[in-house]
């Protein structure tokens, strides 16, 4: 089972209310749903989309400026969500994807500016 943060802690991270997939049902857990978000940094903006239960995690960025595409992170077994960072002026993820042989942790940054670390390491 994948590991999530709550609702509320992406809320604080995003600063913005998602739209979610779901918006119907009030029974459907935040979970179990489809959530995305759009934001801006002062350089960047940003459609992050979650599906918690089936550990997708979808992260486009594109140059405000010029609405170029910086960087597209499509992952469909994200292990771990985990919050690194949630301040005014610094907020930063880390993504932890478990394979048969190989630990790939991703670090994204989203403020002050965009950044993205992949790391891979051997499990065996």
Do not use: W
């Not at 350089?43 to 960087?71: C, H, M, N, W």
């Not at 930063?92 to 630990?103: A, I, K, M």
């Amino acid at each position: 089972m994948a590991i999530f943060p709550e609702e509320n802690d992406y809320l604080s991270l995003f600063e913005c209310e998602p739209t979610l997939l779901d918006n119907t049902s009030k029974d459907l857990p935040f979970y179990n749903n489809k959530a995305t978000y759009r934001f801006s940094n002062e350089e960047e903006d940003f459609i992050v989309t979650l599906s918690p239960s089936y550990g997708e995690v979808k992260i486009q960025v594109t140059q405000r400026a010029s609405k170029r595409l910086l960087s597209l992170l499509d992952l469909k077994r994200v292990d771990k969500f985990e919050i690194t960072a949630d301040k005014k002026d610094h907020s930063s993820v880390l993504l932890t994807v478990v394979n048969e042989d190989t630990q790939q942790m991703i670090e994204i940054d989203f403020k002050p500016y965009f950044k993205q670390i992949l790391k891979e390491h051997f499990t065996r």
